[in-house]
DNA sequence: AGTCATAGTTTACAAATGTAGTCACAAAGA
DNA sequence: TCTTTGTGACTACATTTGTAAACTATGACT
């Protein structure tokens, strides 16, 4: 099952920490948001009952933490993406956000030592695959 | 208002070819779904009742074609996934598909001119903006 | 003229999603 | 002991989305 918008929120801050108890996720979630408690005790139930977080009890609360991974999540979510906008590649992607200008000279260097790494890895044979 | 993934599916092939009629709408469409006419016909009214097509009556029939462009949409929708999973940045994705080697070479070298493309405008201050 | 195929409009209905409210219980404090 | 507060479970309800069915109007064909 997926993981809608909202909940996609509550899970990020359990990404970031983890375990937490349900008042720990709330206080996280609402410095950023404006939702009421009961919404954000929703959405955790939501996550629960789709598998993507678990709890253990320890006393009387429980301490949740992510099941599904985050980079889970950002492989299925960029596929779609590239698919549904670049034919399925990233190259098309970053000609658009060339051809827009949204990136920084500090980035394209960054991007650059990416490459370069990869060009490395493809020369080596790449023996950790 | 946003545009379903379905909604999507449909916009998608007014964005490969405009004007259409219904008719071709609805076989463009089922060339790779199996939906129904009518479900074709309802997320049609539902794109224009959101504004992102618009139709033009020629004779008896309506020829559709999109209000809201593709790369308006790529562009938000790539914004939004790299808030959510990449810093708002390029680059970290780059480095996502980096590490699970979802990159060919031929792409590698695309990225590569694109990059150099984009450090030569720099260089050049970019007369062009 | 009658029938069929197409296009267009309106209505339907379940599941998912956003956004809570209500109720019960137990630990903590007055 | 009584009350407050945090936690958990269950219920609620409007909107969006997926997926059509039903009905209407109008050319096209027989």
Chains 1, 2 share one sequence.
Do not use: C
Not at 67 to 79: C, D, L, R
Not at 91 to 116: R, V
């Amino acid at each position: 099952m997926n993981i809608s918008e909202s909940e996609l929120t509550v899970i990020t801050t359990l990404w970031q920490q983890s375990p937490m108890t349900i008042g720990q996720i709330i206080e996280r979630v609402q410095q950023h948001t404006d939702w009421h408690d009961n919404t954000i005790k929703t959405l955790v139930s939501r996550l629960l009952k789709k598998n993507h977080i678990s709890r253990v009890k320890d006393g009387r609360q429980f301490f949740y933490s992510p099941i599904t991974q985050q980079n889970e999540v950002a492989e299925v979510e960029s596929k779609q993406l590239l698919n549904r906008f670049f034919k399925g590649k990233v190259s098309p992607l970053l000609a658009h956000f060339a051809e827009n200008k949204k990136i920084s000279q500090q980035e394209l260097n960054e991007i650059e030592s990416i490459i370069q790494e990869l060009k490395n890895n493809i020369a080596n044979g790449d023996k950790n695959d």
